[in-house]
């Protein structure tokens, strides 16, 4: 993997606004004077409209058979998600009900809606709207029906089909082509700071999304928080590949693929993965890759496919773990 460049500075853009500036600070408004904050909040940040549809508490309370039990998808320090359906499109979605003593609070849902209103790409997961009656805060996304990827990775239920190494580097080389666009697309660059297997949604296909970002800021690229999204990308693999701090020693690559991938995987491919994740993981900064080349690397490695019929089998180190178990970090 010597190949790919390593530079410590990605392209930088002019406009550095901060968040802070654009967004407004609020408490306990009505509905409409929360899309009036959001609307000029777009507007500081050089947009003309905002995209994201304004819905009432009711046409939610609707959509999922008033919050009922069958209908919840999963729950965190944020609140709960339920999947719905919207009686005036007929369409399925996802419906997050911000808990409102919870760790998320009014700013970070007007950032949630900032950043998914403005930025638009294949591996983003698309806001289709918000609720802001009184004290509820509600967002409404496309529904992704295969979930998260730790739902794949760490919370494997036994009716769910394993990830084999062929998806998993077409869910590495989308998630970070997510990153790419957020740090050398956006305008101004958008750092994310909340990349883990729970916020990679998949699609049909399995096609990887970044979702939740209620904690992302516009910042300069190449600063120290920045370099963490680098970071993170080796997070992305290591997960899936079951890493460990194994790198320096290249006999002990074999060591850190998943047991779930039961030997069907390409050795060369493993230590071109591994190869990238160390680089990722450079103590300097500018030792690590630019985002773009992380994104080529992973894009080659997902072009390359594997045929365990036609390919070797790696000899498995141990056995799979029982599905449904979480396995070592």
Not at 268 to 285: D, F, K
Request: glycine fraction near 8%.
């Amino acid at each position: 993997m010597g190949c790919f460049s390593c530079s410590g500075k990605s392209r930088k853009n002019a406009n550095n606004k901060k968040p802070d500036n654009q967004i407004p600070s609020s408490s306990d408004k009505t509905k409409s004077n929360m899309a009036l904050d959001v609307k000029e909040a777009s507007k500081d940040g050089g947009s003309e409209y905002i995209a994201a549809h304004t819905f009432t508490f009711r046409e939610l309370a609707n959509a999922t058979k008033n919050f009922r039990a069958d209908c919840l998808l999963g729950e965190g320090g944020f609140g709960r998600v339920y999947k719905g359906r919207l009686e005036s499109t007929n369409q399925v979605v996802a419906i997050k009900q911000l808990d409102r003593n919870g760790l998320q609070g009014n700013r970070e849902f007007l950032v949630e809606v900032l950043m998914l209103s403005l930025l638009h790409h294949p591996n983003l997961v698309n806001l289709i709207g918000y609720c802001a009656d009184g004290d509820q805060r509600l967002l409404v996304y496309e529904y992704m029906p295969l979930g998260s990827l730790e739902d794949h990775i760490h919370d494997l239920q036994p009716d769910k089909k394993r990830l084999d190494w062929n998806t998993r580097m077409k869910v590495a080389a989308g998630a970070a082509k997510g990153l790419e666009y957020l740090h050398d697309s956006a305008n101004p660059p958008v750092i994310y700071r909340d990349l883990k297997c729970s916020n990679i949604l998949l699609g049909e296909g399995y096609h990887p999304k970044l979702s939740d970002f209620g904690l992302a800021k516009v910042g300069p690229v190449g600063d120290k928080t920045h370099s963490r999204s680098y970071l993170i990308v080796s997070y992305l693999i290591c997960p899936l590949l079951q890493a460990r701090p194994l790198f320096k020693d290249r006999r002990k690559f074999s060591q850190m693929a998943d047991p779930l991938l039961q030997g069907q995987y390409p050795m060369r491919g493993l230590y071109q993965a591994l190869a990238v994740a160390a680089m990722c993981v450079q103590e300097q900064p500018n030792m690590r890759p630019l985002i773009a080349d992380v994104v080529t690397a992973l894009s080659y490695l997902a072009s390359q496919k594997y045929d365990p019929e036609t390919q070797p089998v790696q000899g498995s180190r141990t056995g799979p773990p029982t599905p449904g178990t979480r396995r070592e970090q």
